[in-house]
């Protein structure tokens, strides 16, 4: 009795092909996920607050209500008012990186991540050996 199963495995697999998906792009999507534009912010010197304004925009498999929290205190927890809104759009002001996550807002549970990287143009002043270490005498 396994040729049936076989048989059934094969069709299922051809199936996928002609729709021009693998297994793995249709598990896809189910995940959630958060997107964070932009993703850098660069600052003229070292120790120079990074001001700028961020979108995150989320998709989720399904519409449900959600929450946003970060890891800096600056910005508290924020939860959508209707389980159809997409996107939020924040005016940043900080010296370090900003870690937000995306949370369900019914059971609390973590959907994905995003991360606001800050960092500046100026490089550290670093003094430079003239001398090489070695000597051929």
């Known amino acids: 009795m396994a040729y049936p199963r076989i048989s059934l495995l094969c069709v299922l697999g051809l199936s996928l092909g002609l729709m021009d998906l693998n297994p793995a792009q249709a598990a896809s999507s189910?995940?959630?996920s958060l997107k964070l534009t932009p993703e850098i912010c660069i600052t003229g010197a070292e120790g120079e607050a990074c001001?700028?304004?961020?979108e995150l925009r989320w998709e989720?498999?399904?519409?449900e209500p959600i929450c946003i929290l970060s890891?800096?205190?600056d910005y508290p927890k924020w939860c959508?008012?209707?389980?159809?809104?997409?996107?939020?759009s924040l005016n940043v002001s900080t010296l370090t990186d900003i870690h937000f996550v995306l949370v369900s807002k019914k059971n609390n549970q973590t959907l994905a991540g995003a991360k606001l990287k800050i960092t500046s143009t100026s490089?550290?002043?670093v003094r430079?050996?003239?001398r090489n270490p070695w000597s051929l005498f």
Not at 80 to 88: A, F, L, V, Y
């Open 80 to 88: 959508s008012d209707t389980p159809e809104q997409q996107s939020i």
């Open 30 to 32: 189910d995940v959630s």
């Open 51 to 54: 001001e700028i304004r961020v």
């Open 71 to 73: 890891d800096n205190a």
């Open 123 to 125: 490089q550290p002043q």
């Open 60 to 63: 989720l498999p399904r519409n």
């Open 128 to 130: 430079r050996r003239y």
